[in-house]
């Protein structure tokens, strides 16, 4: 089974607009769903979706790193006692920013399980990165 799912996007905006998306939780709440959250080192987290949401309804986790461009978080599922491992990086390009996303630790979960949730997350991240791409078309043609 696999354990890492993996994506790879490129962003035509500058990589600290793109590092405030993924890093303050009045943006990621905006895209994402609702954020108790800081990129910062230690920071215990929570997202908290809306009831009629698809999907988990509270994640947690704690902050791992923090460093420029990089972001590091425990990611748990409620209800479950499973840790992953969510990592965010960023790298400046000629054209605006290569964003790098890494869910690993997936094959933590047991059995079956472990195929259901690599596939809910694969196609959550998708979800993700699109509502994050949809978020900075717009705050650039807003500002």
Do not use: R
């Not at 990611?75 to 000629?94: G, N």
Request: aromatic fraction near 12%; glycine fraction near 6%.
């Amino acid at each position: 089974m696999e354990d890492i799912i993996k994506k790879e996007v490129l962003f035509n905006h500058t990589i600290d607009k793109v590092w405030s998306a993924i890093s303050k939780a009045e943006e990621i709440s905006t895209w994402f769903i609702k954020a108790d959250f800081k990129a910062e080192k230690g920071y215990k987290y929570t997202f908290t979706a809306e009831p009629n949401e698809k999907g988990c309804t509270v994640i947690s986790g704690e902050v791992k790193n923090a460093s420029p461009y990089v972001l590091i978080y425990t990611w748990l599922v409620a209800d479950t006692k499973t840790e992953t491992t969510v990592k965010w990086e960023l790298e400046s390009t000629q054209d605006g920013t290569k964003l790098y996303l890494e869910h690993s630790g997936i094959s933590n979960y047991k059995g079956e399980t472990a195929v259901a949730m690599f596939n809910s997350f694969n196609g959550g991240w998708d979800n993700c990165i699109s509502g994050l791409t949809s978020y900075l078309k717009d705050l650039v043609n807003a500002g």
